[in-house]
């Protein structure tokens, strides 16, 4: 059952009521925002699949990033999200690509950031990110909040247009 019906159902008949396709790549959330949009009925219509980029070695199996791009940009930024986001879209030409990049907890990055931080983005006919701070070191809370937050941008984006 999706943790989040409601928002997954109001997206998932906008994308099929307008012909569109969306697709995730997805790190600290570990392919929640996925699966509440593939429990929407008829997701086949509109899912054309998605990826967890929890390391290294999966964002290179599966997102074709332009390095020197990547290179440039600070990690868990907006800026980097957006990449993360032009890539899986390209990957896949789907309409629409969600990224998510984060540290759920209970420990931070890599980079130094603490837990309970998230980078989303969406990319697709319109372009927007947001930065998530809970503060907190739940690691599964985090994981639903940032899920929930990825999904409220989505939805929001697709109302706008």
Sequence with gaps: MSVFLDAANRIGEILKSRDQTVTVAESSTGGLIAANLLSVPGASKYFVGSSVVYTLASRRAFLDLDKEQVRQL????????????????????????????????????????????????????????????????????????????????????????
């Design 74 to 161: 600070q990690p868990m930024t907006e800026e980097m999200v957006l990449e993360f986001s032009k890539a899986a879209r390209r990957k896949l030409e789907a309409t629409w690509a969600i990224a998510e990049l984060g540290a759920s907890g209970p420990t931070g990055t890599l980079y130094g950031h603490a837990p309970g931080i998230s980078v989303i983005g969406v990319v697709g006919p319109s372009v927007r990110s947001v930065k998530v701070e809970t503060r907190s070191d739940d690691r599964q809370q985090n994981m639903l909040v940032f899920t929930q937050s990825a999904l409220e941008l989505f939805h929001q984006m697709l109302e706008e247009q």
